[in-house]
């Protein structure tokens, strides 16, 4: 019977005359089959930790392919709406992805101050940071009194100071 190491051997691990060198040697070796790509490399090291231990696990039987990730149109209720989304199966939980979410009206965004993704349903106000009410009434100010979208209102809470800069449009502006 084969073992990984009796019945495999990479072409970059022989000589144009057929001698083995056991690995790959440059200037040396006939060939640079099966290249860099193939599991890491042509070397023995490469060979040893990426493709022998898949190798091995396939002949013993223990090998287990990774589940690819199950890709379904779904209708799922998002805030008491039907929204046709991609959702992705893993372990019997369904996950939403972000991109459906962003098309059913969510803001998904990245939030570079906190270091996360971040949504907002379409009907929430901006994210007004530690729940100031002082900020959350300019903000209802500058909504109304200048008519500012909320992607202009999240960009200017977003700056270093963007809450005392928020207050201080919508106190400029009564």
Known sequence: MYSPESGVTYHAWWTESGTSLGTYIAGRSCKT?????FFGGNTRASYDKCLKPLLTAAMNGSYQEEDDEVIEQKTVLVDGKEYTCECI???GHNFVKMRSLSQAGYDVVFDAARQLPAMTAPQ???FVPDGDEAVQDAIDTLH???GL???TIKYLLRYQYGDDLVRKLAAAVK
């Open 149 to 151: 979208e909320e992607q």
């Open 89 to 91: 199966e893993k372990d």
């Open 144 to 146: 109304e009194t200048c």
């Open 33 to 37: 089959c099966p290249g860099t790509a």
């Open 124 to 126: 929430c106000r901006a």
